[in-house]
């Protein structure tokens, strides 16, 4: 929770000084796919922080890596304890900047690049992630979907489940903002 409040705060404090237009969460959706050569895994994570600061076209996500729901209770223990170990990390995080001009003011749809660093597994890897944003009554739509391979944040596969868990997860995002207003 402590983590929580330093992010949100920090970007909030630099938005506040820089006169920024900031748009937060209001409804999150994080999932990914595992295409294996026996069984498909998939989860959904709707525990995630959002921040956009429009007048720099920066954007940071958070996800809480155990707030994956999985179909089966075992797939979710594993990739809690064995995979993720997600009591060690906790979080994966994006944070990049929006290569396209938007005008956030007016309605449409902007196919967007967003230049940055993903980390999980307390791995940091250069990213280059495309996606489409939304911007539609005062609220921005982010949807985006790529692929990550497990291997890039040294997350490692036992060799008895390789033939069930893929090399290469397809990560898709749907994230709602709206202006963020101070009390």
């Given at each position: 929770?402590?983590?929580?409040?330093?992010f949100?705060?920090?970007?909030?404090?630099?938005?506040?000084?820089?006169?920024?237009?900031?748009?937060?969460?209001?409804?999150?959706e994080?999932?990914?796919?595992?295409?294996?050569?026996i069984?498909?895994?998939?989860?959904?994570?709707?525990?995630?922080?959002?921040?956009?600061?429009?007048?720099?076209?920066?954007?940071?996500?958070?996800v809480?890596?155990?707030?994956?729901?999985?179909?089966?209770?075992?797939?979710q223990?594993?990739?809690?304890?064995?995979?993720?170990?997600?009591?060690?990390?906790?979080?994966?995080?994006?944070?990049?900047?929006?290569?396209?001009?938007?005008?956030?003011?007016?309605?449409?749809?902007?196919?967007?690049?967003v230049?940055?660093?993903?980390?999980?597994?307390?791995?940091?890897?250069?990213?280059?992630?495309?996606?489409?944003?939304?911007?539609?009554?005062?609220?921005i739509?982010?949807?985006?979907?790529?692929?990550?391979?497990?291997?890039?944040?040294?997350?490692?596969?036992?060799?008895?489940?390789?033939?069930?868990?893929?090399?290469?997860?397809?990560?898709?995002?749907?994230?709602?903002?709206?202006?963020?207003?101070?009390?």
């Amino acid at each position: 929770m402590k983590e929580k409040i330093i992010f949100l705060s920090a970007l909030i404090f630099s938005a506040v000084f820089s006169k920024a237009q900031i748009y937060m969460g209001k409804s999150y959706e994080v999932s990914f796919f595992s295409d294996g050569p026996i069984e498909d895994i998939a989860a959904t994570s709707k525990s995630a922080q959002v921040i956009l600061n429009s007048a720099k076209n920066e954007i940071a996500i958070k996800v809480t890596i155990k707030g994956f729901d999985f179909e089966k209770e075992l797939m979710q223990e594993h990739f809690n304890e064995k995979y993720l170990e997600s009591d060690k990390y906790p979080y994966a995080t994006f944070s990049g900047k929006i290569k396209d001009t938007i005008d956030y003011k007016k309605d449409g749809i902007y196919k967007v690049a967003v230049v940055g660093k993903l980390k999980m597994h307390d791995v940091e890897k250069e990213r280059t992630i495309q996606g489409t944003l939304l911007v539609k009554g005062g609220e921005i739509t982010i949807e985006s979907k790529f692929i990550v391979a497990l291997k890039d944040h040294k997350i490692e596969i036992p060799s008895l489940m390789t033939q069930n868990i893929a090399e290469m997860v397809e990560v898709t995002l749907k994230l709602t903002l709206t202006e963020f207003k101070p009390k």
